[in-house]
C-alpha cells in the first residue's frame, strides 16, 4: 500500500476498500466530537445534517452548529468573558515564505503593507476555531 492513490495507476479494489475504511472512521469520529461538543445536537440530528454540505453561518446557527455568528473581536471577547481573562493575549500565526514566494516577489515587508490593505484584510469574514484550552490554568 505504499503507493496507494498513485496518479500514475489505477486504483485497486483493496485500496478503495482500506481508503473507504479511513475515511468512514474519521467521518465518525468528526460526528462524535460535534455530538459531545453540542449539547443540543443528538447523534441522529448529527448524522442528518453532517452530509459533506456546506453551511453558510446563518444556516448553521439556525441548525445549532454553531452559537453565534459573528467576526474575529466578538470571539475573542467571548472566549476572554469566559475564562475571566481582562487583557487576553493573542498570537497569530504566519506561515513562513517559501523560496519561491521569496524569489517571486511575494514576500512583503510589514512596512509595505498599507494600513487600508490591512484594514481590507481583517474585515473579511473567515470561519476560524478559537482554543478554549488554557494549559495550566485550572
Known amino acids: ?13 483493496d485500496e478503495r476498500e482500506l481508503w473507504a475504511e479511513i475515511l468512514d472512521d474519521a467521518f465518525g ?4 466530537v460535534i455530538v459531545d461538543g453540542r449539547e443540543n445536537l443528538d ?4 448524522a442528518e ?3 459533506g454540505q456546506v453551511y453558510t453561518s446563518r444556516q448553521a446557527e439556525e441548525n445549532g452548529l454553531i452559537d453565534e455568528i459573528g467576526f474575529r473581536d466578538d470571539a475573542i471577547a467571548g472566549l476572554s468573558k469566559k475564562l475571566g481573562l481582562d487583557d487576553p493575549q493573542v498570537v497569530t500565526y504566519q506561515h513562513p515564505l517559501s523560496l519561491l514566494e521569496i524569489l517571486g516577489g511575494s514576500a512583503q515587508s510589514a512596512a509595505e503593507v498599507s494600513p487600508l490593505q490591512t484594514l481590507l484584510e481583517a474585515s473579511v469574514p473567515r ?12
Not at 447523534?43 to 448529527?46: G, I
Open 43 to 46: 447523534a441522529e440530528k448529527v
Open 29 to 32: 469520529q468528526f460526528k462524535q
Open 1 to 13: 500500500f505504499k503507493d496507494t492513490l498513485n496518479p500514475f495507476r489505477e486504483i485497486t479494489e
Open 49 to 51: 445534517l453532517a452530509t
Open 127 to 138: 470561519a476560524m476555531y478559537f482554543c478554549g484550552w488554557n494549559a495550566g490554568m485550572q
